[in-house]
């Protein structure tokens, strides 16, 4: 395996093209001017407006090549991440793999990594931070994500086996962590599964259905209320999980060509699975939003993220019934989360020693609660040494 320092290839060749692209986008018409249709048009048009004329492309793009990019080639296949190096006195940082979901990526952590990694220095109001709770961390790019190469064929890759080889044989961590959040702690689940011996712990904020529980005689009334509220979910917010697993490339055509479209199929999952209620724009700045937009749109990887939804649906192994996660497992159960499980349900599958249900907070955890996040991490490394 192959790690190097990295330089991301962003560049600001794209930025005329992208203009003239917003400059010539075609609105669509609109009878409701809220959220009950899909995306409202007033906060679409406020957020191209802010990436027309106050957004400054060369400016992100410093800002986002600022950040401490490497690159693993791992049987020819090459992975992205981001590597914060922890900062600690007295003791060796814990090495800690983030991995976001979709439609979200490392920026979404770029005020979460840096206060993991120096506590001592971003610790924000936490008077119970210790400089050793500093974390080494580590943000891979999922395959298709990104900066991560784009795979050219059906079951190319793992996920999981090629995010473990870059922590163990890459960076040479004999254990280590796993925080996720949506597909990301569906990854953190399946390594634990496939690697304990190597996983110290896995931190969550979404968990699977465990297996053979439809058939289950035993669940309580709120595993029972949880279960109605997938399906309630499902039916009101799943089309375009439906659309993904299924029909990937027909929509990856309309959003790898507009960046109006693109914005609009992002915008409206930040706007609905977040505790933003009335503020998106407080809770989600303009710049944050573009910034990943950006990512998307230049390394043109919106496609192959959606195809992520399609080979976990149709070539992921199916959880067996003798499947359980052995390894120490904290679930935070974000109120604004798209289903919230109850712990009983947790504790069916995983080895819970840790459950928090947090004031604040949604799909989006390390930007809209950083600080909550933080400490959550924090709370769950301290149990575990």
Not at 88 to 100: A, C, I, R, T, Y
Not at 145 to 170: N, Y
Not at 303 to 309: A, C, N, P, Q, V
Not at 365 to 371: N, R, S, V
Request: net charge negative; with cysteine; hydrophobic share 40%.
């Amino acid at each position: 395996m192959k790690i190097t320092p990295w330089h991301a290839p962003l560049d600001v060749s794209h930025a005329n093209d992208l203009l003239q692209r917003l400059s010539n986008a075609r609105w669509a018409d609109a009878i409701v001017d809220d959220w009950s249709y899909g995306t409202a048009t007033q906060p679409l048009r406020h957020l191209i407006d802010f990436w027309q004329t106050r957004y400054d492309i060369n400016e992100a793009i410093s800002r986002l090549n600022a950040l401490p990019h490497y690159q693993a080639e791992i049987d020819g296949f090459h992975i992205h991440f981001l590597y914060f190096k922890g900062r600690s006195k007295s003791k060796k940082p814990q090495p800690l793999l983030l991995s976001n979901g979709w439609p979200s990526s490392f920026v979404e952590y770029t005020r979460l990594a840096p206060m993991l990694a120096d506590p001592g220095s971003h610790g924000g109001n936490d008077a119970d931070v210790d400089i050793d709770d500093a974390f080494d961390v580590i943000i891979p790019a999922h395959p298709g994500f990104g900066l991560s190469a784009r795979p050219s064929m059906p079951k190319q890759v793992q996920t999981i086996d090629l995010f473990h080889r870059l922590m163990h044989e890459g960076l040479g961590y004999s254990s280590y962590m796993v925080s996720g959040t949506d597909v990301g702690a569906g990854v953190a689940t399946r390594m634990a599964l496939k690697y304990p011996q190597a996983i110290k712990g896995i931190h969550l904020s979404a968990v699977v259905e465990p297996p053979g529980i439809a058939s289950a005689t035993d669940l309580s009334k709120a595993e029972l209320a949880y279960m109605e509220s997938v399906k309630q979910w499902s039916d009101k917010e799943g089309a375009y999980l439906h659309l993904q697993a299924t029909r990937p490339q027909t929509l990856a055509y309309a959003l790898n060509d507009s960046p109006l479209g693109l914005a609009s199929w992002i915008l409206e999952k930040f706007k609905n699975w977040s505790d933003v209620g009335d503020n998106l724009f407080e809770v989600f700045p303009e710049q944050m939003l573009l910034d990943n937009l950006l990512l998307y749109w230049v390394t043109q990887t919106i496609g192959s993220s959606m195809r992520y939804y399609y080979e976990a649906r149709h070539f992921r192994p199916a959880l067996q019934l003798h499947d359980r996660v052995s390894v120490p497992t904290a679930v935070c159960m974000w109120p604004r989360e798209l289903v919230v499980a109850p712990k009983e349900w947790a504790a069916r599958f995983y080895n819970l020693v840790q459950y928090t249900s947090p004031a604040r907070g949604g799909h989006f955890p390390a930007w809209e609660q950083t600080q909550a996040y933080a400490e959550d991490l924090r709370q769950f490394s301290r149990a575990l040494r």
